[in-house]
């Protein structure tokens, strides 16, 4: 049964996911990292490659990790995190995965690229140039590390989920946006002496070099459901 699930994988798929887990796991011990480090950094790795591939699966896995996310932003101080986790990143997750449920190519298991109209992009990317500010002064009250990039961190994360929650292939630019953020968000800190953090800094660059390929995925699959008149 877990060799067909595997059968449409390709092997630069499942070589980056054995390797990348392998990483997540091998830093943690190098680095001291802490189980929930670990798991968090695995499960991330394992959402982010399915949905890069459309598969339906990965707001599965997806609730887990960001669960185990929540607390290591909590851990390390970083409530903008949190509050993304909590407020923002579930319950859009929620509307996703009905979303996805609903718009599934069945013949390939994998979720029906949509195309957004021009006002939906301009309204969406606006609104959050907007609420930057309502973040910014959320999390200030919260006396959150690293402000502005934590406010940064949560428009791409928005922008990222809604996109994603849409079907548009505009979530993994957003994603790689986001993944930028967080990288300079952990690196901090590690810079300053807190080398136990690189094993979760391990997880946003695993996620970056994924949702560069996923962009290129998403891509092909709505080229070839075009083709099919699936879209």
Do not use: H
């Amino acid at each position: 049964m877990i060799k067909n699930y595997f059968k449409d994988w390709t092997k630069f798929e499942l070589t980056f996911l054995i390797c990348g887990l392998i990483i997540s796991i091998l830093s943690s011990i190098i680095f001291k990292g802490t189980i929930i480090d670990t798991l968090y950094t695995s499960l991330y790795l394992i959402t982010a490659l399915l949905m890069s591939k459309g598969k339906i699966e990965c707001y599965f896995v997806g609730f887990v990790s960001v669960f185990f996310y929540g607390i290591v932003s909590y851990n390390q101080g970083y409530y903008g995190e949190l509050i993304i986790t909590i407020f923002l990143t579930f319950p859009i997750m929620i509307i996703g995965i009905i979303s996805w449920l609903r718009n599934r190519d069945k013949e390939e298991d994998v979720v029906i690229v949509n195309t957004l109209s021009q006002k939906e992009i301009i309204i969406a990317f606006s609104s959050q140039l907007i609420l930057f500010w309502i973040y910014y002064f959320l999390l200030k009250a919260f006396n959150t590390d690293l402000l502005v990039i934590s406010s940064i961190s949560i428009v791409t994360s928005v922008l990222a989920s809604y996109f994603e929650a849409r079907r548009s292939e505009l979530s993994l630019f957003c994603y790689i946006a986001n993944d930028i953020v967080i990288i300079t968000l952990w690196i901090i800190p590690i810079i300053a002496g807190e080398t136990a953090l690189i094993s979760v800094l391990v997880g946003p660059i695993l996620l970056l070099i994924n949702d560069i390929y996923g962009s290129y995925n998403w891509k092909r699959l709505k080229e070839d459901q075009k083709k099919k008149s699936v879209l």
